[in-house]
């Protein structure tokens, strides 16, 4: 066969990708079964932490633009709403069972929202109207913690876009220093570079069955 002819020398551009936009379609199959790491990127964004990918649409359907009478939710308000109960699943690392909490009132001013947004967060936040009032997550980021919630808010329009998720999160990555998280357990140590890059690549890439989930040698 010949050899084909030489493409066009495309090196020097560059592509600006924007925001997807929604497609109208719920994965509904969304559990910690259906997730795969990819590798980690050399971007800012994925640079410590790996791809996640979501796998499996086999139940996925296609609703539209529309809002879908039976959850009061568009596809976009669902599937943010099961990524917040899988994220809440990790953070009380109870992956065996799907997440579920209390309602309460969460203050989501920060994130552009009501103070007093109703959602399933008892089991990751403080209950302010508890007494005496016990943070179940001491050792998680609270401004992850109350990005979660928001994914979870009963009320649907409550929940973030897609595109607000994402410029929420990755404000965080790229703004918040170790210094932030000194009150935390372990404090700032927990949160240096070094110490995710050792974290990941021994319970990810390294992983293996059973022993502790943080092994001495990393922390």
């Not at 690392?93 to 109703?118: C, F, H």
């Not at 007494?131 to 009320?155: G, K």
């Amino acid at each position: 066969m010949a050899w084909p002819q030489k493409p066009p020398d495309i090196r020097g551009n560059e592509t600006t990708v924007g925001l997807a936009t929604p497609t109208g379609m719920i994965h509904g199959d969304v559990h910690g079964g259906n997730f795969m790491f990819g590798s980690v990127l050399n971007h800012q964004e994925h640079e410590i932490s790996p791809v996640l990918h979501l796998i499996d649409f086999g139940q996925s359907e296609l609703w539209g633009a529309t809002v879908e009478n039976s959850t009061g939710a568009t596809a976009e308000q669902y599937n943010v709403l099961d990524m917040g109960i899988m994220m809440a699943t990790v953070i009380t690392m109870n992956t065996d069972s799907k997440y579920g909490a209390a309602d309460i009132e969460v203050d989501l001013s920060k994130l552009g929202r009501p103070i007093d947004t109703l959602c399933p967060a008892a089991g990751i936040l403080p209950d302010p109207e508890a007494r005496p009032i016990i943070d179940p997550c001491p050792h998680v980021d609270p401004d992850l913690r109350l990005v979660v919630a928001a994914c979870m808010a009963d009320e649907p329009q409550y929940r973030p876009t897609l595109a607000e998720l994402e410029n929420w999160v990755f404000s965080e990555v790229c703004n918040t220093y170790p210094a932030h998280y000194f009150r935390n357990p372990g404090g700032a140590d927990y949160e240096n570079d070094s110490t995710i890059q050792k974290m990941v690549q021994m319970c990810i890439f390294n992983a293996e069955s059973g022993g502790d989930l943080f092994p001495r040698a990393v922390l």
